[in-house]
């Protein structure tokens, strides 16, 4: 059986729906990671969960809309340039490719 889900959320609320074609739906906010930033990862850990614990064996086509796309990679454009950043402080040394 195959369901359809979509998550929806906004990068600069960190506000996010999930909505699946089983009629389930469910708002929430993201991890809190500064002031202004929030984690995209929860409605996806709880979109998996819900595929796996709600519809066991079913197959769920996973979709995204536009702006929690973006979310994504402004979450991710940032993680790597923590990463980079908390290398160059352990190594004392700028990390190649990383600008300033
Ligand atoms: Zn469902």
């Known amino acids: 059986m195959s369901l ?5 959320g906004a990068k600069h ?13 469910w708002t929430g906010e993201g991890e809190p990671i ?11 850990a709880e979109a ?3 595929m796996k614990m709600g519809h066991e064996g079913g197959y ?3 979709r995204m809309t536009e702006r929690f796309r973006e ?5 991710w454009e ?8 908390a290398a160059w402080k352990r190594s004392g ?7 300033r």
């Open 4 to 8: 359809t889900m979509t998550i929806d």
């Open 13 to 25: 609320s960190g506000h996010y729906r999930v909505v699946c074609e089983c009629g389930g739906v």
């Open 34 to 44: 500064g002031a202004v930033n929030w984690s995209p990862a929860l409605p996806v």
């Open 48 to 50: 998996v969960v819900h």
């Open 60 to 62: 769920v086509d996973l």
């Open 71 to 75: 979310w994504l990679i402004s979450y």
């Open 78 to 85: 940032r993680a790597s340039l923590r990463q980079a950043n």
């Open 93 to 99: 040394t700028p990390t190649a490719g990383v600008q």
